[in-house]
């Protein structure tokens, strides 16, 4: 009997000594799991939107080869290559987009510190603004309204070449876009200049004989953007493979607050400046459809669903990926949170709550449910006829960017923000 209750006041002095915490600061353990999860949410979300822009090329592929020869198929090529457009590549590459702010390898600049990172060091160049720039000025790739002479494709004198293409691309101007997504939205869609409708440029656009002009550089053009996008993501996607030498082993070796501090600019950044000031607000002020994200296929609001849920991605340590089954689900930013503050993790995951219903408003239903993808208020039109569920966006955006920064001091980071 002595040596039960011997051992149940060990048992009982273990437990309460478990469940003293440990000072955060002192938790590098816990640290070091959430930053390891995090780099394995960013190699599947970048393989993800590589394997939907493989997709979108082979269908591409397919598109121009059939426009060629004026092929049966070619219009429903064309539809196909728009839906592989919009759901394959975008849907992915939206959520990935949190892995900006930080010069990581998506965003990457050399910076003048007297210090040699991994990036600096083998040369690497940022290819974010080749990849997902944005507004863009039609003219400057092919026919307007305005003029039918208009842009690249419609300049014969310019060799057509993945070089040549990069190379133009915010050469006069930053709305002087000449690769990445939204070029080939442009070439997929056209102008759009409707509420009613997206863009409605006709298939025949690329097929000899057909629409418009220069239709054999209109496909040529199209063909290299989607080779340029493979290219450009395959680089970025190189940088989070695992066991290589890399920017992955540069980042899970660096002291943990700032990789954290790193991860929260980003967060806040996405939340804040970019979704809900650059993406949503500039257009619903202005109230101009050409301010909005993917103007030409109306798409705008997968963008800030899926830019949204890239925020989310990481506070809760989760991604589930778009083109293939597979997951990754670890310790995420909430895990710390709610070892230091757990009614403030419990705020941020309500806000997450509210933002997610305020998107979904726009989205059709079936049975009660949001269908994900399957627009029914597009954004031209919601920023006058919807103000008020459009303003509910931005305010939970502004509520989670605030909640973010109170979790980023309660952690003790110090942002540059």
């Keep these: ?39 394995n949410m960013a190699l599947l979300n970048y393989q993800d939107s590589l394997s939907g822009a493989l997709d979108l090329q082979l269908q591409i592929r397919k598109f121009t080869k059939s426009a060629a020869s004026n092929a049966q198929d070619a219009m429903k090529q064309f539809e196909m290559t728009k839906d592989a457009w919009a759901k394959n590549a975008r849907m992915p590459y939206g959520q990935s987009e949190i892995f900006r702010f930080y010069n990581g390898p998506i965003d990457f600049e050399p910076v003048d510190d007297g210090v040699i990172t991994h990036l600096e060091a083998i040369g690497f160049e940022g290819v974010e603004g080749l990849l997902n720039a944005w507004p863009l000025d039609e003219f400057y790739i092919d ?43 442009f070439l997929l869609w056209g102008q759009d200049r409707s509420l009613e409708t997206a863009g409605t440029r006709p298939y025949t656009d ?5 629409t418009a002009k220069n239709q054999d550089r209109r496909r040529e053009y199209l063909s290299l953007l989607a080779d340029v996008l493979v290219d450009h993501l395959r680089s970025v996607t190189s940088q989070w493979d695992v066991k290589a030498d890399n920017y992955r082993k540069e980042f899970l070796n660096r002291n943990t607050d700032n990789v954290l501090a790193d991860i929260f600019t980003s967060m806040i950044s996405m939340a804040g400046d970019e979704l809900k000031s650059e993406r949503i607000e500039n257009a619903f002020l202005l109230e101009d459809q050409e301010e909005e994200h993917s103007c030409f296929s109306d798409m705008t609001i997968n963008d800030i669903y899926t830019n949204a849920l890239g925020v989310k991605n990481i ?78 966006i931005i305010d939970s955006l502004g509520n989670l960017d605030e909640l973010l920064r109170e979790a980023a001091v309660e952690l003790g980071l110090e942002l540059d923000l």
């Design 1 to 39: 009997m002595k040596n039960t209750l011997i051992s149940l006041l060990i048992a009982t002095a273990s437990a309460s000594a478990l469940a003293v915490k440990v000072p955060f600061k002192n938790n590098d353990l816990m640290k070091k799991e959430v930053i390891g999860n995090y780099a």
């Design 315 to 392: 506070y809760l340590g989760e991604y589930k990926a778009f083109n293939f089954d597979l997951s990754v689900e670890g310790k995420g930013i909430d895990t710390l949170v709610a070892y230091t503050n757990p009614e403030l993790d419990k705020k941020i995951k309500a806000e997450f709550k509210t933002l997610f219903t305020a998107i979904n408003f726009f989205y059709a239903k079936e049975n009660g449910k949001a269908v994900i993808g399957n627009i029914a208020i597009p954004f031209d039109r919601a920023i006058t006829e919807n103000k008020d569920e459009v303003q509910a």
């Design 143 to 185: 026919y307007v309204k305005e003029d039918a002479d208009a842009g690249l494709i419609n300049d014969r004198s310019i060799k057509l070449t993945a070089d040549v293409i990069t190379s133009m691309n915010e050469r006069e101007g930053e709305k002087n876009i000449s690769t990445g997504y939204h070029a080939i939205e």
């Design 206 to 210: 690329f097929v000899n004989g057909g």
